[in-house]
């Protein structure tokens, strides 16, 4: 209840700030599916620009809690590791053969709760294409626990003198992309490959969108 309380107070302290900095302009694929406001239990997915892309989302869903699967990295760093520790970020140890954070989205999950991940993993070096491969955790999941999944783009225009821009997805059943002729590991392949095709349709929706 705690993280609830925690997160509510933070974005409504800080919307004014987020939203003379970012002037974030959301667009949809599909309004009538999909807006803002997500029912019930989610996963949300996105590219990944910036450590900024959090908290993007953070008001892009303001009227959920979102809790992000997040690297090591950045609990490390204090006092930023305690104030995503106190907003209920997930943490995931890329360097250890550990996957308690996947128990932990599913917790969250059964309870009706709202998880992000970037599939990415990591942040794109400068000259990469992106978005990166996925890894599977995102795909993992969404089959183990049965949620949606609601892809997300961000065009990662922060701080700048361009507007954010995201564009929300219609939500995915994983389950109906898998095959009962593959293996689980086909089918664990196949829906991450179908997740970030999503996430770069989207990428051109925005595109278009945005003209």
Not at 61 to 66: K, L, V, Y
Not at 113 to 133: C, D, H, T, Y
Not at 146 to 154: E, H, S
Request: proline fraction near 4%; hydrophobic fraction near 45%; charge should be positive.
């Amino acid at each position: 209840m705690w993280i609830k309380l925690w997160n509510a107070f933070v974005k409504i302290t800080a919307y004014p700030v987020q939203k003379a900095v970012f002037r974030t302009k959301v667009y949809y694929e599909d309004k009538r599916v999909q807006r803002r406001h997500i029912k019930g239990k989610a996963i949300v997915i996105s590219n990944h620009t910036s450590v900024w892309d959090y908290a993007i989302y953070l008001f892009v869903f303001f009227t959920r809690t979102f809790r992000c699967q997040m690297a090591e990295v950045l609990f490390e760093k204090q006092p930023l590791g305690l104030f995503l520790k106190m907003m209920g970020g997930i943490f995931v140890n890329r360097n250890a053969f550990d996957f308690g954070f996947v128990s932990k989205s599913q917790e969250i999950l059964d309870k009706g709760g709202v998880v992000g991940i970037f599939p990415e993993s990591r942040l794109p070096l400068k000259n990469e294409k992106r978005p990166l491969e996925f890894k599977p955790s995102a795909a993992y999941l969404a089959l183990l626990s049965g949620a949606p999944v609601i892809p997300v783009f961000t065009n990662g225009k922060y701080f700048t003198w361009q507007r954010a821009r995201v564009i929300i997805g219609t939500p995915i059943d994983a389950q109906a992309l898998t095959d009962s002729k593959l293996s689980e590991k086909e089918n664990l392949a196949a829906v991450t490959k179908a997740l970030r095709d999503k996430i770069i349709d989207l990428e051109r929706q925005l595109n278009e969108q945005a003209k």
